[in-house]
C-alpha cells in the first residue's frame, strides 16, 4: 500500500497500519542501557563479618527399636519383651526428655492386630515420634 498516491480524486482514509519503528529504536536504546548496567548490579560488596561462638545444637533424641516378628513376639531394642511388659517400657520412654524416636519393625506376615497394638501402646503413654522402617523395593 502506498501513502503517497499521485491521484488526488482518490478520498482520504485513515491509515491503518502502526508505525513501529520509533517503539523498536526505544527498546534498542533501554537494552543497550541494561546491558551497560547489568555488571554494576553483580558487583558484590565484600565484607568482613564477625566471628561470634554460639551453644551446641541439641543432641537428637535416642532411638528405641520395636520389632514385630510374625507370631506377634514384641522385641524391645533386638531384645524378646512380653506383652505384659511393653506398656512399662513405653511408659519410661514418654518420660524421657527428648522423647525417643520409635522405630517400627514388622514382619510382613505379623497380623495388623499386633502392629495396631503397639501402636496404641505408644499413644497412650503420650509418645508422639513414631516411624515405619521397612526394607527398600528389590529391583527385578
Known amino acids: 500500500m502506498a501513502f503517497g498516491a499521485f491521484n488526488h480524486h482518490r478520498q482520504k482514509e485513515s ?4 508505525n ?15 546491558i551497560l548496567a547489568a555488571p554494576m548490579f553483580t ?6 563479618l564477625p566471628k561470634a561462638g554460639g551453644a551446641r545444637a541439641p543432641q537428637p533424641a535416642d532411638t528405641v527399636r520395636i520389632a514385630i516378628d510374625a507370631q ?4 524391645w531394642n533386638d531384645e524378646a519383651v512380653p506383652a505384659a511388659e511393653l ?3 513405653l511408659a ?6 527428648p522423647q525417643p524416636e520409635l522405630q517400627l519393625r514388622a514382619d510382613r506376615a ?7 497394638t503397639v501402636m496404641a501402646s505408644a499413644q497412650q ?5 513414631l516411624v515405619f522402617v521397612t526394607d527398600p523395593k528389590e529391583k527385578k
Open 110 to 116: 505379623t497380623r495388623y492386630e499386633a502392629v495396631a
Open 15 to 18: 491509515m491503518a497500519d502502526i
Open 87 to 89: 506398656q512399662p517400657r
Open 20 to 34: 513501529v519503528t520509533p517503539m523498536v529504536d526505544v527498546m534498542l536504546v533501554l537494552l543497550v542501557i541494561f
Open 43 to 48: 558487583h558484590a560488596v565484600k565484607l568482613d
Open 125 to 129: 503413654e503420650g509418645l508422639t515420634k
Open 72 to 75: 506377634g513376639t514384641v522385641y
Open 92 to 97: 519410661g520412654a514418654a518420660k524421657r526428655d
